[in-house]
C-alpha cells in the first residue's frame, strides 16, 4: 500500500523559512510527478508547485521566486524549501505524487497534510 507522509510543518514568524518533505514508500515502480499543494482556511486547494521525474518545475507565482522544489528520485522524496514567508501563506500543504504502484496503472496519491501558519 503507497504512503505519502509529510513533516517539515510547523509555526514561524513573517520573514522566516520552512522546509517541507515528503516521502513515498510502499511497492511503487514509477513517479512522473511530485507536487505540493495548499488549503487555506475558506478556500480551495491551490497548487503551489509541482515536478517532473526529469526535474522540470513550475510555481504558483504567488511563491516564484520564494520557493524551490526538489525531489530526490532514488527515495522517493520531493521537498519544499519556503523562504521570505507571508502570513498569506498560512495553509495546510498537501504532498501529491502521480505514480505507478501495484495496481499497474498511474495514480494520484495525497498525503494527509503538514499545517504551516506564518505569524505576522
Known amino acids: 500500500q503507497v504512503q505519502l507522509v509529510e513533516s517539515g510543518g510547523g509555526l514561524v514568524q513573517a520573514g522566516g523559512s520552512l522546509r517541507l518533505s515528503c516521502a513515498a514508500s510502499?511497492?511503487?515502480?514509477?513517479?512522473?510527478?511530485m507536487a505540493w499543494y495548499r488549503q487555506a482556511p475558506g478556500k480551495q486547494r491551490e497548487l503551489v508547485a509541482a515536478i517532473t521525474s526529469g526535474g522540470s518545475t513550475n510555481y504558483a507565482d504567488s511563491v516564484k521566486g520564494r520557493f524551490t522544489i526538489s525531489r530526490d528520485n532514488a527515495k522517493n522524496t520531493v521537498y519544499l524549501q519556503m523562504n521570505s514567508l507571508k502570513p498569506e501563506d498560512t495553509a495546510v500543504y498537501y504532498c501529491n505524487a502521480d505514480l505507478l504502484a501495484a495496481t499497474f496503472t498511474y495514480l494520484d496519491y495525497w498525503g494527509q497534510g503538514t499545517q504551516v501558519t506564518v505569524s505576522s
Open positions: 510502499g511497492i511503487i515502480f514509477s513517479i512522473k510527478s
